[in-house]
């Protein structure tokens, strides 16, 4: 079982910056595939980007340039750093975690990008 914890969202001007952590417990996810996805009002859920256990990185077309994501293997946590943030990267982020068996999810951050 892993328990998967978002944190960093928040209200941000346009081109400003938020940085987002997911953090797991229960379980190391050195080896699992972690991905932030993002929900906007009254839309499906997309994936946003994405990070494998051999750290191959994958991004959307409409946040490459922008976003980077990145595991910190020692705390346990994958984190995405969003850059030059524009009104349509609004929505709840959701962090997560496949296993390779199971998928877990977490609760999700609000993400409001807004002057």
């Known amino acids: 079982q892993v328990r998967v914890v978002e944190s960093g969202g928040g209200l941000v001007q346009p081109g400003g910056s938020l940085r987002l952590s997911c953090a797991a417990s229960g379980s190391t996810v050195r080896n699992y595939v972690v991905g932030w996805h993002r929900q906007a009002p009254g839309k499906q859920r997309d994936s946003v980007a994405y990070i494998t256990g051999f750290d191959n990185t994958n991004y959307a077309e409409s946040v490459k340039g922008r976003f980077t994501i990145a595991r910190d293997n020692a705390k346990n946590v994958v984190s995405l750093q969003m850059d030059n943030l524009k009104p349509e990267d609004t929505g709840v982020y959701y962090c997560?975690?496949?296993?390779?068996?199971?998928?877990?999810w977490g609760q999700g951050t609000q993400v409001t990008v807004s002057s």
């Open positions: 997560r975690v496949y296993t390779g068996t199971d998928t877990y």
